[in-house]
């Protein structure tokens, strides 16, 4: 008590006078936490932008209000949340005039490296890239963005360009919306290529096609073993197929593993209606092949928009959002709800002794949170 600050009024002989006294900051580790941190800290939260300042920053193009507004929607907090939707409901108008990259490989397939060459020949040929990264690891490990900065370090440093890292899961829909309304949120800020990169470990990849409009898998050669054992269903997620690192003593190698999964994708189903699926080769270090790889991109984005499937497949996005975030609403008020918290692990237990079937044990969870 010795620290404690009370009014100069108290009285000395009575150490339980006030309710409430001003106690010095905390230890933490040897540490003080000093009032002059705290004061700072209060500035910061008091100078959060509002969503005004938010959507006019963001609708200029200003990148720190950019950063600020993916913060916004990434947070956890349930107030942020709010604020969040606010925004996006005000830039949603804004945010369609752009075309949606997924890229995956495997770790070490070179997609921080390929992104960082294709998104500066983007930039040189006027577009605005951002690029947005999904990690399926992020939770436990942080992400793997740090390594990706040093990647892709002159990109970004390009004013046109503007890379932002793995969102973390957490309540209120996961790293899925998140990345969902970043992507809203750079195409309102001018951003025209949205790349999202991801590393392919077999979770993500489903992800990552719901949310594109294009999708490519980037490989590496002699992977005779790896075409073998690379899994039908993802080559038929793909609108691409990019044999990395075609250069140097690789170059040949790249050419005949070109053709193999050519020959392969001859006879699966195409992941976009009226595109056929073809490998390609191209190498992010003499950057041959990149600007093919645009044109493609181009001429699919031409074909679809012409036919309409471009179109038809940005509802059908749109519509399994919907869906995807009330069952994730569902989820998380049902297993947040007190009466459900209270009865769920006495119920649970009966149903591991077989006293009560699962069937009546879920209809009386339900019960509980409907009344
Ligand atoms: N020869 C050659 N090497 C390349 C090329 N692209 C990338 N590399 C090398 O491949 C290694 C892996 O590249 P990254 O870009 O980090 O690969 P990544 O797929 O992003 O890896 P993760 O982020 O760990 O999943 C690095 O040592 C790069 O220098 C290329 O086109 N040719
Ligand atoms: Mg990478």
Redesign the pocket.
């Known amino acids: 008590m010795g620290t404690d600050h009370k009014p100069e009024w108290s009285d000395p002989n009575k150490p339980d006078c006030c309710s409430s006294v001003v106690r010095k900051g905390q230890d933490i580790e040897g540490q003080t936490v000093s009032t002059e941190k705290n004061l700072r800290f209060q500035k910061r939260n008091s100078s959060e932008p509002s969503v005004d300042d938010l959507y006019s920053g963001v609708l200029e193009g200003n990148r720190t209000l950019l950063a600020r507004a993916i913060t916004l929607i990434e947070s956890n907090a349930e107030q942020h949340f709010h604020k969040a939707q606010q925004l996006l409901q005000r830039l949603q108008p804004h945010s369609s005039k752009s075309i949606r990259i997924g890229i995956t ?1 495997v ?8 992104i960082e060459a294709f998104g500066m020949y983007l930039c040189s040929i006027g577009h605005k890239v951002a690029v947005l990264a999904i990690d399926p690891s992020s939770s436990v490990s942080g992400g ?1 963005i740090l ?2 900065k040093t ?1 892709m370090e002159k990109l970004s440093k390009t004013a046109n360009a503007f890379i932002r890292p793995s969102p973390t899961a957490g309540k209120l829909g996961g790293v899925h919306r998140k990345t969902r309304e970043a992507m809203l949120i750079c195409e309102a800020a001018g951003f025209d290529i949205i790349l999202v990169e991801t ?1 392919g470990v077999g979770q993500s990849e489903v992800m990552i096609r719901e949310m594109v409009d294009f999708f490519m898998l ?1 490989v590496l050669t002699g992977a005779g073993d790896e075409l073998q054992g690379m899994k039908k269903g993802i080559m038929e997620l793909a609108d691409a197929i990019l044999i ?2 075609a ?2 003593e ?1 170059k040949q190698k790249a050419e005949q593993t070109r053709i193999e999964y050519n020959r392969i994708l001859h006879f699966l189903q195409p992941a976009t209606k009226g595109w056929r699926t073809r490998a390609y080769t191209c ?3 003499t950057h041959e092949g990149i600007a093919e790889i645009w044109e493609m991109i181009d001429s699919f984005e031409k074909t679809g928009k012409t036919s309409g499937v471009f179109e038809e497949r940005r509802k059908s996005q749109a519509r399994e959002w919907l869906y995807s975030m009330i069952t994730d609403q569902l989820q998380f008020h049902f297993y947040h709800h007190n009466g459900v918290r209270n009865l769920l692990p006495k119920l649970e237990n009966e149903v591991l002794t077989g006293g009560k079937t699962v069937a009546s044990a879920v209809e009386q969870l339900f019960q509980t949170f409907l009344k």
């Not at 770790?107 to 390929?114: E, I, R, Y």
Request: glycine share 22%.
């Open positions: 490989g770790p070490g397939a070179g997609k921080s490296t390929f793997s390594g990706d990647r590393v980037l990395h690192k250069d140097g690789n190498s992010s270090v």
